[in-house]
């Protein structure tokens, strides 16, 4: 059995996927199982341990791909995703020859959540100028020096909007190692 991942967009969802995969390899629908992955459910620190192996695998593989993501299963492995590749291109993302350990999606989500809020705290630090625009005009400051309030402050957070970035990209190093029983080019 395999399992295989594709992005998935408002025009393409696992049906049209199911029909046109029926199509390049001669195989009924009916023979062809779809689940669609949604990237809108999410998991906090203290449930991701405790939660199955199926919801563990949609929440780390949707929150990576930032993306919600058909997972279309054949019983009979394919000998080759090369025809997946041409055909959906970047749409397709691999697939899942094997079923992963509990303990490596537990890893993985675990990343994945510290990634997500890590991204979450970059948007709570930053201020919302349109907001405080309205509120400075109302202080009796010019524009100009509004406009140097702004500059300050940029010159002032960009350390830590780098700092936040670099451990983002950090996280991110450290899960795509983990992501391993996703293949894509066998």
């Known amino acids: ?92 993302i691999g697939s899942m020859l094997s079923k992963p350990k509990k303990a490596e999606l537990v890893e993985i989500a675990l990343l994945v959540s510290q990634r997500e809020h890590r991204a979450h705290l970059n948007n709570w630090l930053e201020p919302k100028w349109s907001l405080l625009n309205e509120g400075l005009s109302r202080t009796g400051l010019e524009a100009s020096e509004i406009d140097q309030l702004k500059k300050i402050f940029d010159t002032n957070y960009s350390p830590v909007r780098d700092w936040i970035s670099d451990r983002e990209k950090e996280l991110a190093s ?12 066998y």
């Not at 983990?178 to 293949?183: D, G, N, P």
């Open 174 to 185: 450290r899960i795509q190692p983990l992501v391993q029983f996703v293949i894509r080019g």
């Open 1 to 92: 059995m395999v399992k295989m991942l594709f992005l998935t967009s408002g025009q393409r969802h696992s049906k049209t996927l199911v029909e046109a995969l029926s199509v390049m390899f001669m195989r009924q629908e009916s023979t062809i199982e779809s689940k669609q992955l949604s990237f809108y459910n999410g998991l906090d620190q203290e449930t991701i341990p405790a939660s199955s192996v199926d919801r563990l695998l949609e929440y780390s593989l949707c929150k990576i791909y930032n993306s919600n993501i058909a997972m279309i299963r054949f019983e009979k492995p394919l000998k080759s995703d090369k025809p997946l590749i041409e055909h959906f291109s970047r749409d397709y």
